[in-house]
């Protein structure tokens, strides 16, 4: 089925974006957020999610964005990306350049040294997760610059450990910063928690047996890098979702 009726988008079909090709995908999605704006189109193969750019206004379509799922699961079939040298940041920070909305999380090891560190920064772009080890030498001035950039949302999870520590490390200032779990908890959510809130949401249970798992230990295992990943995966549509219930209850200055 889909979200909005056919006679209110006269000129858009749902297999233009569930068939063809790329190029006929973009033109189509293009052609819709022109008429209608922001949709959700959902279908028996799945559920694909287009929308405009919040920044830095919702006319341009140069920056629309597609989330496939399976089911009501986002597709993990890309495996994640491992950046442990300058080539491989250059390309994320290419990247993140631009984009209005970026999900950041990290890995410490504060059950295993004294003064912790951060041993694992992730970051997903649209439906492209990273995963930078800042123990391998490399600069995150470009990383900084994201995060102080006041024109990118930069989405976190209970982002004040995070926020604490990186600012602590590296001197990093934060600007536009949307963390889930306060718009959970402005939601009046019992349970605002990751898990809890992305198996409310999205139907996944995540799997948290690696919280206290030691990340400073390499080469990262192939259980941690696939558990690390997760933490940032859902946090993009995630925010949609709950900037339109938070919108909708009156609640968006709380957050």
């Not at 379509?61 to 300058?86: C, F, H, S, V």
């Amino acid at each position: 089925s889909v979200q909005i009726a056919a006679a209110e988008r006269p000129h858009f079909a749902a297999e233009d974006l569930l068939g063809g090709t790329s190029t006929e995908k973009e033109a189509a999605a293009d052609s819709y957020i022109a008429y209608c704006g922001t949709y959700t189109l959902f279908a028996d193969r799945g559920v694909h999610h287009v929308e405009q750019s919040f920044f830095p206004n919702r006319v341009s379509t140069a920056q629309t964005r597609y989330y496939t799922l399976k089911g009501n699961r986002l597709d993990l079939t890309t495996p994640p990306i491992l950046i442990d040298e300058p080539e491989g940041l250059a390309k994320l920070l290419a990247d993140m350049e631009g984009q209005p909305v970026v999900a950041f999380d990290t890995e410490a090891d504060s059950f295993f040294h004294y003064r912790e560190r951060v041993c694992l920064i992730q970051i997903t772009v649209e439906d492209r997760d990273y995963l930078v080890d800042p123990l391998s030498d490399l600069s995150l001035d470009g990383i900084g610059a994201v995060l102080a950039n006041s024109e990118q949302v930069k989405v976190f999870h209970d982002g004040e450990y995070d926020v604490l520590i990186l600012k602590r490390e590296y001197g990093f200032e934060f600007s536009n910063l949307f963390d889930t779990r306060v718009a959970s908890a402005a939601l009046g959510v019992e349970s605002p928690g990751l898990a809890a809130v992305v198996g409310d949401h999205f139907g996944v249970e995540l799997d948290k047996s690696l919280q206290r798992s030691n990340w400073s230990e390499r080469p990262l295992s192939d259980k941690q890098i696939a558990y690390a990943r997760m933490d940032t995966r859902y946090l993009i549509p995630l925010r949609e979702m709950l900037t339109a219930q938070l919108e909708e209850a009156g609640r968006s200055v709380i957050v």
